[in-house]
């Protein structure tokens, strides 16, 4: 079983920053890929960013250019760091891990934007 525990987020303004952080616990296997989703009311979850225990990261379109994907293989985590935010990137953020075919979840963190 995994765990991921979030932290970071909250409210800011448009063109600031935020630094979300996840560390995973329990049982993982070495090759995964962590990364994080958002949900904003009345949508579906979508990726934000990815990152392999490889390294290699895929973003969605909308934050390329604006928003940082890292991990530390040897602690388990993975940070988002987020500049130049907008307000269209209110949401849920959510933590994820996948491996050995099942993806996990955090509890999810909420970010906010104001205009």
């Known amino acids: 079983q995994v765990q991921l525990v979030e932290s970071g987020g909250g409210l800011v303004q448009a063109g600031g920053s935020l630094r979300l952080s996840c560390a995973a616990s329990?049982?993982?296997?070495?090759?995964?890929?962590m990364g994080w989703y958002r949900q904003a009311p009345g949508k579906q979850r979508e990726l934000v960013a990815v990152?392999?225990?490889?390294?290699?990261?895929n973003y969605a379109d909308s934050v390329k250019g604006r928003f940082t994907i890292s991990r530390d293989n040897a602690k388990n985590t993975v940070v988002l760091q987020m500049n130049n935010l907008k307000p269209e990137d209110t949401a849920v953020y959510y933590c994820?891990?996948?491996?050995?075919?099942?993806?996990?979840w955090g509890q999810g963190t909420q970010v906010t934007v104001s205009s």
């Open positions: 994820s891990l996948r491996h050995v075919g099942n993806q996990n």
């Open positions: 329990g049982s993982i296997f070495s090759i995964n890929v």
């Open positions: 990152i392999t225990s490889g390294g290699s990261t």
